[in-house]
């Protein structure tokens, strides 16, 4: 169900998973399952360590301190397409268990994801002044309260980019900024990936490579929601009897 997060939902389908290859006869201790971070939970990683290896990375927040490791420290791993791939070594107790933790840094995803920030950047100022020109209008026309100011801007705000972008009802005068500290430290996690596995003897590399690799799952995807393949889109219908129809 689409209202049901990956964390939530991660449990439901493991189980199934196992009860598959269970059932014809797959051993499930010679797996390694990797997994997106979005399923990152103490009770997720342990169900899994229960019956197999993992590959998993943490979120930023996770790892706040990792992030603050000087690039001198890391050492080049490998090379994709024409973008060095660098990487840092160490282990960390993480989600109640020791492992081996590899933090990759690859110079296109950071130009990437800086020139995407950069982008959205322009957008959320332009809609927070917007919103605050709202609340401070003068003369005809309706005046923006502050209670919805708050909410807007809340929602103009993306959840990684939220320690960045400061807003406030300052004695009801509503103020907005940017946080350059927390600014800095965002700029610090990108192009990077904190990734975390209980094969501690496998190399970096393969580390790195296993992670990455479930793009290839992402590109199905992107596939299989082609337009010309399931020509089902636009969907106007909101009851669920009806969208049965249209499809």
């Not at 990375?57 to 994709?80: C, G, S, T, W």
């Not at 950047?121 to 005046?143: A, D, M, N, P, T």
Request: with cysteine; glycine share 4%; proline share 2%.
């Amino acid at each position: 169900a689409g209202k049901i997060n990956d964390a939530k939902i991660f449990k439901v389908i493991f189980n199934k998973i196992v009860e598959r290859l269970v059932a014809i006869e797959v051993p499930c201790k010679d797996i390694v399952l990797v997994i997106d971070r979005g399923c990152n939970s103490t009770d997720n990683i342990e169900l899994v360590l229960s019956k197999m290896h993992i590959v998993g990375a943490a979120k930023a927040n996770q790892v706040r301190d990792m992030h603050e490791i000087p690039m001198n420290r890391y050492e080049f791993l490998y090379k994709i397409r024409k973008h060095d791939v660098f990487g840092y070594r160490t282990k960390k107790e993480l989600f109640g268990t020791e492992f081996t933790v590899v933090i990759s840094y690859n110079e296109g995803s950071y130009k990437k994801q800086s020139a995407t920030y950069e982008t959205k950047k322009i957008k959320i100022i332009e809609i927070l002044s917007s919103i605050k020109q709202s609340v401070e209008r003068k003369g005809r026309g309706r005046k923006k309260s502050m209670k919805n100011a708050l909410i807007d801007s809340s929602k103009a705000i993306p959840d990684e980019y939220v320690t960045v972008f400061l807003f406030e009802d300052d004695g009801g005068v509503f103020k907005y900024s940017v946080d350059p500290k927390a600014e800095k430290a965002l700029y610090r996690t990108f192009g990077k990936n904190v990734i975390i596995t209980d094969m501690h003897d496998w190399s970096s590399e393969k580390i790195v490579k296993m992670y990455t690799a479930k793009d290839f799952i992402e590109k199905d995807f992107n596939w299989l929601k082609n337009v010309m393949l399931i020509p089902i889109k636009p969907i106007f219908h909101r009851k669920d009897c009806r969208i049965k129809v249209h499809i």
